[in-house]
């Protein structure tokens, strides 16, 4: 079985970590309380030298406090370290990379067929690859959309936040 690990120095979070970032919000022309989380459990092949390939879980996370950002997460048995594992990429990535191949550092996306899309981890161990139905994406940044508009990202963005942590980091 192919193991999926970060590339050194790559964002990774507890997956845990991220679910206590829920926070709903309200939005006023409808009055209806919606969370600035989502997720979005999608099953994963991973692509290895055997015919069959092996069907992983994974989740796909979007929070509307990093709008830029997507998260796909994988389970323990997935990883070398026996940890869940999550690879942040852009979201523009995942957009363009279902229609035409995207993307040259650690995370590169491509289409395969008419129904799948591939995801490419880079790693110093290797590379691990894994399909995914193209339908399950785009319902998921369709999802993503509603809750953050393309060009709106910069409404959501916390930089008093951002600013406070990186200069905290440093000193």
Known sequence: MTQLTPPAGARIQSFRRL???REPFIRREREQVLSSVIEQSVQARMVASAPRMETLPATLHYDRGDPFAVRMAFPAPATLEGAEVSWEFSRE?????????AGVGDVRVRPFGYDRTVLEFHAVEGIAMV????????????????????????RFMELDRDLTELLDESG
């Open 93 to 101: 990535l995942l957009t363009t990379g279902m229609d035409e191949p």
């Open 131 to 154: 399909h995914v139905r193209t339908a399950e994406l785009r319902r998921f940044l369709k999802r993503a959309q509603d809750l953050v508009p393309v060009g709106d990202e910069y």
């Open 19 to 21: 679910l206590h970032c």
